[in-house]
């Protein structure tokens, strides 16, 4: 969730009235926002000898673009208390037409194929509009813009350049300007080994680096006003005598487009000779059918239906009290003269978050104010519950196993490579483990096939407990598994480690054969006549166990045979491997013997 | 009086029975003022166990006699010595004289200036020093034998002492001790525990046993024990047990971007769709179309449905309007929340016909681990358990949900819930759930909720009119809150303390 700071003082102006923490907090609550802090009694810092002002910070849900700057959250917050009336966005015709004209060259489709563009006319800056201005691209930028990969913005002072513009795709060599802030004209590759290194802007250029063309945006004499999504040119710079603002955006998804420039444009047409008038654009695109003339800032007009809006919500409101509520949610909404049942709703351009009936009946909600809302019994129809199967089968392993006086553990699922290979003397077949493909450290690069390594880390980490020490887990693995539509599946499994002064070998088979029995398993040898259903173990040589000393379990269920599972005491070198030296004990290793099945055969 | 020697602390009970059989009660200060005080003790101990004696503790201060002290205890203070030196020299003494007869040129000082004030010396014609007075009483000297001799002195007189740093005072232990009920000259053999072998021998009836300790805890258990976390999930799930909550199959740990992602519609440029949020699966790396669940349900249209109410927009909703891409969809992730079970489970439903046709309502829970790349810290770990709860019905409203989650949280002793709007990409409305939490004195947030959105609903075919109540939260935080950890991999993982896991009593969330 983004976080606006505002000033706290001028935002109480807006809202014309002061209000306690607590107070704002409420309104916060209510509406769905959330104050995140006051700095009032905080320490502030001081930039040129001023202290700067209390700030609210101000949580904002990632989907309401028309409040991440303080214009935006002044007008909706005056709105739903009722203080002024949804803003009347409009498009004026510009003085000249000619001027305001980007013409879209082919080759942009290879790159960055999207441009919209708009003027503000007669802006008066201050200080703080300027940044609020600043700050809102920052914020579209890095949010609904996914870090300028689908939209980036460039405002430039109008009266410093002239149209029509045009909106090229050029070799990186040949575009060259001074970028903004800086005095030393260049071509756009030195451009880029120039911001290589910058924190703010390194960040952007691999979006457009190794395209063969670079996207440009010319005004009428050959001017750079910008080569997106990077850097506009210093030449168009905006400032605080700025008057006349052209907006231009470029982008690869257009609907992303429409929505940013309608949120810097709406927010800041406020400020216009006009308020809440923009002079649009007209793009000519023709090669990708994108002709057209930008903004729109048109209302979307949707039916709703009132029973709908009635029943999710609990209430009973005749069409006129809910156009009456739905106004303080920005809404101009009246009944249908067609149907009965159908509120038209006009959905003003910063809403671009409505999708569907459910959003204007969430905010018909918070119009009416979530905790007020009649309370309903939950209970509408019976159900009848129950387990999964699985997690039952699970329980009573877990339950034995406690009682048996082992202890329970929950190591986490992903592991490292090593630590489920080859720290268990185990080879990778390539055809089990799935692998993870962006792990941000070594720990995280599979999801375990095996309980083991979870078990012996957690014996390593808890060197000072006192030896012997018994534990287990019950959970799942994962596999890979070709034949599912996830090309993966769990397996549930049942695991356990002894540490101590002796091996514990036969601590872990008895374990095994209590298990065993709790299921109504019986032990037998693999050749016993009449082949009843039961288990039996085989002396197993794999590298995990030490020799002579490690056992598979075989299973013969409804007459079919398997292996399930294995113990023995771990080979020393998977002691040294997980370093389970034990610091209480003077460094000395200690035998651990295990015993891990999957528990999915008993189902 | 018992004998002065030092003994051996071995022999000490011994000997304080044998003066006690001589002295009762007995003073130990008295008896054995060599002996330090915490042997006494223990030996007292020892015998008082098995009753042989009684005794009781006796805080005394006691004066102790700086060096300086004990020589005017012993030679008189250092006016009377002045005095008696100056008196006993006819001719008078110079100041010189009486520093080498003394042969103590502190004293000599000390004494003179005292002998002056008191009036017992004065300067004579050729300003020698020459006795005033016949005799003198030397009270200093008196009153330090009195207090070396243990004897109390005026309290008045004692603090001048103190001031003049010539004692100081401290604390002695001292004990009063009785014979006791068992009283004996010798300690006899007590037996610890009654064996088979004494019921077996009758030695029972004759054995001395020694007392049980009522102080200390009983012997250690060596139990085994349950996780904390699984404990609390097991609390959990007994409440949606009560509740008719049938437990969903979220034993899938892998998912494809389609289930996790595109049916929940998240679109495919959302955040939570990013190699910083996700976890992405290299091998194997991409998986299959969704496959029926049901006979008879048709999976290419469910597809084909969620391509469109993304792309296009479908039931009503003008959808995000972008290219939905099938690969995009078919990346496999590792789940980053159980909903995606959820999901399933209500196509599932779908294909499902009740009594009049339509699919009958359902509730669903799980508890589960789901996964997040995200960096690890005290509050933050990749993976952790979702608990999630869906109720399918017709006909629901907002104020069910709350009404349902004030039921929910009050089964954990959790009231007065507060509901915030927010945002998911798949509920709509949603909700918040905040609690007063007493020990932080704010609202805490406890939970999300809502109601899944018809653009998620809709393309598996349930009917427009079945409306479904979606929330969730993690089993981590409130089991955090409960046992007051604040570091979460203090609770999950292999770094966890197994003492904590051994010694962690029952939840019993009702409970505060």
């Not at chain 2, 993304?310 to 003008?318: C, D, L, M, V």
């Amino acid at each position: 969730m983004p976080t606006i700071s505002v000033d706290k003082y001028k935002l109480y102006e807006a809202l014309g009235q002061k209000f306690t923490t607590e107070e704002f907090e409420d309104l916060c609550f209510e509406y769905g926002i959330e104050l995140d802090e006051d700095t009032e009694n905080e320490e502030r810092p001081i930039v040129n000898g001023e202290q700067e002002p209390p700030q609210l910070k101000i949580e904002i849900p990632a989907n309401r673009y028309d409040m991440l700057c303080f214009e935006g959250i002044a007008l909706n917050l005056n709105i739903f208390r009722g203080r002024i009336p949804t803003p009347n966005y409009r498009v004026v015709a510009p003085k000249d037409e000619e001027q305001y004209v980007i013409n879209v060259l082919p080759e942009t489709a290879q790159v960055r194929p999207l441009i919209a563009g708009a003027v503000l006319r007669n802006v008066k800056f201050t200080k703080d509009r300027y940044e609020s201005f600043i700050s809102l691209q920052d914020k579209l930028h890095q949010n609904l813009a996914r870090q300028r990969t689908l939209v980036s913005i460039g405002t430039h002072d109008l009266d410093t350049v002239q149209g029509p513009f045009t909106y090229e795709a050029l070799p990186p060599r040949d575009i060259k300007f001074v970028p903004l802030n800086q005095t030393k004209e260049m071509n756009s590759e030195e451009l880029m080994a120039f911001y290589e290194k910058d924190k703010h802007l390194g960040r952007y250029l691999h979006i457009i680096r190794d395209s063969p063309v670079y996207p440009v945006v010319y005004d009428k004499n050959k001017i750079v006003c910008s080569l997106p999504p990077i850097i506009n040119g210093e030449h168009s710079k905006i400032t605080l005598n700025t008057t006349n603002v052209f907006v231009e955006v470029t982008a690869t998804d257009a609907t992303k487009l429409e929505i940013v420039l309608d949120m810097v444009v709406t927010m800041f047409s406020e400020y216009a000779a006009e308020p809440f008038t923009v002079e649009p654009v007209k793009i000519v695109s023709d090669h990708n059918d994108s002709t057209r003339v930008t903004p729109s800032l048109r209302p979307r007009i949707t039916s709703v239906e009132i029973d709908y809006l009635n029943s999710c919500t609990g209430l009973s409101e005749s069409p006129e009290s809910l156009a009456k509520l739905l106004s303080k949610m920005a809404y101009i909404a009246k009944p249908s003269d067609k149907d009965a049942n159908i509120l038209e709703v006009s959905i003003p351009a910063t809403r671009p978050d409505v999708l569907h009936q459910c959003d204007v009946m969430e905010d018909l909600a918070v119009c009416w104010g979530y905790n007020n809302l009649p309370r309903t019994e939950p209970n509408r129809s019976a159900t009848v519950g129950g387990p999964l199967l699985i997690n039952k089968l699970g329980d009573i392993f877990r339950t034995e196993a406690a009682m048996a006086g082992w202890s329970e553990v929950m190591p986490l699922i992903l592991c490292s490579h090593d630590e489920n290979f080859a720290w268990l003397n185990r080879k990778d077949d390539g055809k089990t483990a799935i692998k993870l493909a962006n792990p941000k450290t070594l720990e995280y690069q599979i999801v375990r096939t095996s309980l083991l390594p979870g078990l012996l880390k957690t014996i390593r980490e808890n060197k000072s407990h006192s030896l012997p020490m018994k534990i287990f887990e019950v959970a799942d693995v994962g596999l890979k598994d070709e034949s599912l539509e996830r090309r993966a599946r769990n397996e549930r499994h049942f695991a356990a480690a002894w540490c101590g002064r002796s091996s514990g070998f036969e601590i872990v088979h008895g374990l095994l054969d209590r298990l065993l029995l709790m299921l109504r398993t019986s032990f037998i040898t693999r050749e016993q006549a009449g082949k009843p259903d039961g288990y039996w173990i085989e002396e197993l040589k794999e590298d995990t166990y030490f020799h002579g000393h490690a056992a598979a379990v075989h299973l013969r269920l409804n007459g079919k045979e398997q292996r399930i599972g294995e113990f023995g005491i771990l080979h020393p070198s998977v002691l040294e491997n997980f370093d389970l030296r034990q610091v209480s004990h003077f460094r000395n290793l200690y035998p651990v013997s295990t015993l891990e099945i999957n528990l999915e055969v008993f189902l | 009086m018992a004998t002065q020697n030092t003994p051996s602390s071995g022999d000490l009970p011994t000997q304080l029975l044998q003066a006690l059989s001589i002295q009762s009660p007995l003073v130990s200060s008295e008896a054995f003022p060599a002996v330090p005080a915490l042997e006494i003790k223990a030996a007292l101990d020892r015998l008082a166990s098995r009753s042989m004696i009684t005794y009781q503790t006796i805080d005394k201060e006691e004066v102790i006699l700086e060096p300086e002290a004990e020589q005017i205890a012993a030679q008189g203070s250092h006016e009377a010595r002045v005095f008696e030196v100056v008196r006993q020299a006819l001719e008078g003494l110079t100041i010189q004289e009486l520093e080498t007869t003394i042969g103590d040129k502190n004293v000599a000082n000390v004494g003179r200036g005292r002998a002056f004030k008191e009036k017992w010396i004065g300067k004579g014609k050729d300003g020698k020093l020459v006795a005033t007075v016949d005799s003198i009483k030397d009270t200093t000297q008196a009153l330090l034998q009195q207090l070396k001799e243990g004897k109390s002195a005026d309290a008045s007189a004692v603090t001048d002492l103190k001031k003049r740093k010539l004692i100081k005072v401290q604390k002695v232990l001292n004990f009063k001790l009785e014979k006791g009920e068992k009283f004996a000259l010798e300690m006899v053999k007590e037996e610890t525990d009654l064996t088979s072998e004494m019921l077996a021998s009758g030695a029972w009836k004759t054995a001395n046993f020694k007392p049980y300790n009522f102080n200390a805890l009983g012997a250690d258990q060596d139990a085994g024990s349950l996780h904390p976390l699984n404990k609390v999930r097991h609390e959990f799930r007994q409440i949606f047990f009560e509740m008719g909550f049938e437990e969903m199959p979220t034993n899938k740990f892998v998912e494809t971007g389609f289930w996790n992602f595109d049916t929940l519609f998240v679109p495919q440029q959302h955040p939570a769709r990013d190699l910083q949020d996700t976890f992405f699966i290299a091998d194997p790396k991409v998986g299959g179309k969704p496959e029926a669940l049901v006979e008879g349900q048709d999976p290419e249209e469910y597809w084909q449905n969620v391509k469109e109410v993304h792309q296009n927009g479908k039931y009503g909703s003008i959808g995000y309007k972008y290219p939905w891409s099938a690969d995009e969809s078919l990346k496999l992730v590792l789940r980053t929340h159980t909903t995606s079970i959820s999901t399933a489970m209500l196509y599932k439903l779908a294909a499902q016909k009740g009594p009049d046709g339509r699919p009958p309502p359902a509730r669903y829970f799980s508890i589960d681990r789901v996964f997040r790349n995200e960096t690890v810290d005290a509050t933050h770990l990749a993976e952790f358990h979702q608990v999630e709860g869906v109720i399918a019905d017709y006909g629901l409203t907002l104020g069910g949900l709350m009404e349902f989650m004030e039921l929910f949280f009050a089964k954990m002793g959790i009231t007065n819930l507060k509901f915030k709007p927010a945002y998911n990409p798949y509920t709509e409305p949603s909700m918040e759930i905040f609690s007063y939490h007493e020990g932080l004195g704010k609202l805490v947030e406890i939970g999300n909720s809502g109601m899944f959105r018809p653009e998620m609903l809709e393309p598996m075919g349930l009917p427009k009119d079945m409306r479904v109540f979606g929330w969730g939260l993690s089993l981590e935080r409130p089991t955090m809150i409960k046992y007051k950890i604040s570091n979460i991999r203090e609770l999950l993982g292999h770094k966890v303390d197994l003492s904590f896991i051994k010694r962690n009593p029952a939840v019993r969330l009702e409970k505060e």
